[in-house]
């Protein structure tokens, strides 16, 4: 009985992850060329704005890339693609990571029995050209018994990390 339960709840805690690439070529990245790392609209779901989720998944997406590239850097505040785009040009990056959260909610799991949920899409950009190299849409659902500790960036760190990693 006691064994049924310890399968039920470590099924319920697991997290999950699901990457979709929206680009069938495969790319390497340089890691001689520096990440420009824009930051995204905060998150939002019906009236609930989540401050500063833009900003932490910037982080997120710089820690992965640092371990990638020799020179990454994130935004100071949200810029428009074109904005961002042209930053990049004017301080010489190799490419601009441009990333939209698509989806972010922050639940009481543990009482409400609803995931936290994070959706982003990160599209990488070639500087010099323009044109988007590659994009992809990383999604995160917490598991339901989360003992009060996990958040939307949470899910985000282990997916954008393998995603970045593919990149190189």
Not at 50 to 62: E, F, M, R, T
Not at 99 to 120: C, F
Not at 153 to 161: F, G, H, I, R
Request: glycine letters at 8%; aromatic letters at 10%.
């Amino acid at each position: 009985m006691i064994l049924g339960i310890v399968a039920f709840l470590s099924g319920c805690t697991a997290d999950s992850y699901q990457l979709l690439r929206t680009r069938n070529v495969s790319i390497k990245l340089e890691p001689s060329k520096s990440v420009y790392i824009s930051i995204s609209r905060d998150g939002r779901y019906g009236q609930i704005n989540y401050q500063g989720s833009g900003a932490n998944a910037s982080q997120i997406i710089l820690m992965a890339f640092s371990k990638n590239s020799n020179s990454a850097e994130t935004a100071r505040q949200y810029q428009s693609f074109d904005n961002a785009l042209t930053y990049a040009k004017e301080n010489n990056y190799g490419y601009l990571v441009f990333p939209t959260i698509l989806e972010w909610e922050d639940r009481a799991t543990e009482w409400s029995g609803i995931p936290d949920k994070a959706s982003i899409k990160i599209a990488i950009i070639n500087v010099e050209s323009g044109k988007t190299m590659d994009s992809a849409i990383i999604k995160g659902k917490s598991g339901i018994a989360t003992l009060g500790g996990d958040h939307p960036q949470d899910l985000l760190v282990k997916p954008v990390a393998e995603y970045v990693n593919e990149l190189y």
